[in-house]
């Protein structure tokens, strides 16, 4: 008879932590969110959420923190290092439509250096701000036309030099219209 009680009193432990843990999951991140392996707390474990999207990575007090893969229903791709559930450190990000970009990220942003590269063959590397090329940055053509100059809020933006896969160069000042422009 003390057996019984003590397993009776054993599923209803198991049975309220399991009911608690999946409070905590949907107070965390939303209705419809699943922990499916591990704890979701403090551990390696898969997060299910809404809209088809799936974190497998490491946890800290419920939150999204450490190493990480998030797959998007879409098809979309993150791996890297997260903190407080956004990308945040070195990761890749491998778009749906074939582009990826491998470098910095901060609060889900590219921030910091990385290297964008378009599915058509075009190739950004330098430095980001706010998810924009900002800053020193490389960007060249897939025809092999390549620009090395400066950058603000994604556009050409200062001092840089066009260079032709021929070797011709056109060294000058860009603006925001990235037009040549022999201002200093």
């Known amino acids: 008879m003390k ?19 999946k ?15 591990g704890d979701c707390i403090n551990e390696k474990s898969t997060l299910k959420l809404p809209q088809g999207t799936q974190y497998e990575g490491d946890f800290k007090d419920t939150q999204m923190d450490g190493e990480g893969v998030v797959t998007w229903a879409d098809g979309s791709k993150y791996i890297g290092a997260v903190k407080s559930n956004s990308r945040s450190g070195e990761g890749e990000y491998r778009y749906a439509n074939g582009d990826v970009y491998k470098g910095s990220f901060v609060a889900n942003k590219k921030d910091g250096m990385g290297t964008y590269k378009w599915k058509n063959g075009d190739v950004y590397e330098g430095n980001f701000s706010k998810g924009v090329p900002s800053g020193e940055g490389t960007y060249t053509w897939a025809n092999g036309v390549k620009y090395v100059g400066m ?34």
């Open 151 to 184: 950058w603000s809020n994604g556009k050409l933006n200062g001092r840089g030099t066009i260079i032709w896969p021929d070797g011709t160069k056109i060294d000058g000042f860009f603006f925001k219209d990235n037009k040549p422009s022999n201002e200093k």
């Open 23 to 37: 409070n905590t999951i949907v107070k965390a991140f939303g209705t419809g969110a699943d922990c499916t392996k």
């Open 3 to 21: 057996q019984i009680y003590i397993l009776i009193a054993a599923v209803a432990l198991m049975t309220s932590c399991g009911t608690s843990n």
